[in-house]
């Protein structure tokens, strides 16, 4: 069983840049499809972006498209996400999340089998 492990959440002014980080625990991590979610309070948790197992498709929610990009390392068992021109609505907990089924790059909750602790981004105004 993978444990995910995020971190580089912080407090950021609008328009600037944060770096999230997930390490897993697994040498199998290059089998996973890997994702991030996010919940803002009283929200539902939501998808923000998802990679596929070598990293060369990627999908993503379209408010964070050309801002957000998801990347991985196979070799250090870590997939990223690098937000840019950050937003007050990008406020939330940030999740990654791991998924061992075969397909296109699912966006629902019940497609990923393990999950992260989360790590706060807080984006002021």
């Known amino acids: 069983q993978v444990q995910l492990v995020e971190s580089g959440g912080g407090l950021v002014q609008a328009g600037g840049s944060l770096s999230l980080s997930c390490a897993a625990s697994e040498r199998t991590f290059n089998t996973y499809i890997m994702a991030w979610f996010r919940q803002a309070p009283r929200k539902e948790r939501e998808f923000v972006a998802a990679?596929?197992?070598?990293?060369?498709?990627?999908r993503y929610i379209d408010s964070v498209k050309g801002r957000f990009t998801i990347s991985r390392d196979n070799a250090k068992n870590t997939v990223y996400l690098q937000m840019n021109s950050l937003k007050p609505e990008d406020t939330a907990v940030y999740y990654c999340?791991?998924?061992?089924?075969?397909?296109?790059?699912?966006?629902?909750?019940?497609?990923?089998?393990?999950w992260g602790q989360g790590t706060q981004v807080t984006v002021s105004s």
């Open positions: 999340a791991a998924s061992t089924l075969r397909l296109t790059l699912p966006t629902g909750e019940r497609s990923y089998s393990y």
């Open positions: 990679i596929s197992r070598n990293g060369g498709s990627t």
